[in-house]
């Protein structure tokens, strides 16, 4: 299966926004400090999710990005096609040229190993995985360690200016 770096991040942004959207729209720079994901990168991610109408944006203070749909109509199959990702585990991704010009003899094992895996992630939604008490857990302690860097980081500012 080639489920890259980009795949594995949309989904891990797309759940962060998804949790932490209870407040409003989520800033990328929340999300990237939350899940030491490069900014950059995010915009990238998330300029293809808002062009496959995952994800809405919000412009001015207080501005980010929020879901489109509800989290339980968002699949992660959804989500890595969206950033363009190849769920496709065969040799030749699926064009039939495994060698020079013919199908393998394992082509169509591989073949139906890419559906299994498709549909698998068709079958997760956003919903299913924030309604894993671990995932909650994971969230909590991500959220409270945003927030003791904020708090240092303010601390460090207030000293400098006293």
């Not at 959207?21 to 293809?48: C, N, T, W």
């Not at 412009?59 to 959804?78: K, N, T, V």
Request: net charge negative.
């Amino acid at each position: 299966m080639r489920l890259t770096t980009k795949g594995r991040y949309a989904v891990t942004a797309m759940l962060d926004l998804s949790i932490n959207a209870s407040d409003g729209p989520v800033s990328l720079v929340d999300i990237s400090q939350r899940q030491d994901i490069s900014l950059s990168y995010l915009e990238q991610l998330f300029s293809k999710l808002r062009k496959k109408e995952l994800v809405n944006s919000v412009r001015g203070p207080g501005g980010g990005y929020q879901l489109s749909r509800a989290e339980s109509d968002i699949d992660m199959a959804e989500i890595i096609d969206a950033v363009s990702e190849s769920l496709d585990t065969t040799k030749c991704q699926g064009s039939g040229d495994c060698q020079n010009g013919s199908i393998c003899l394992t082509h169509h094992l591989w073949e139906d190993l890419s559906e299994q895996i498709y549909s698998y992630l068709s079958n997760i939604s956003l919903a299913d995985l924030i309604s894993k008490r671990e995932i909650s857990q994971i969230a909590q302690s991500q959220q409270d360690r945003h927030i003791e860097k904020l708090e240092k980081s303010f601390d460090t500012i207030a000293s400098s200016t006293s």
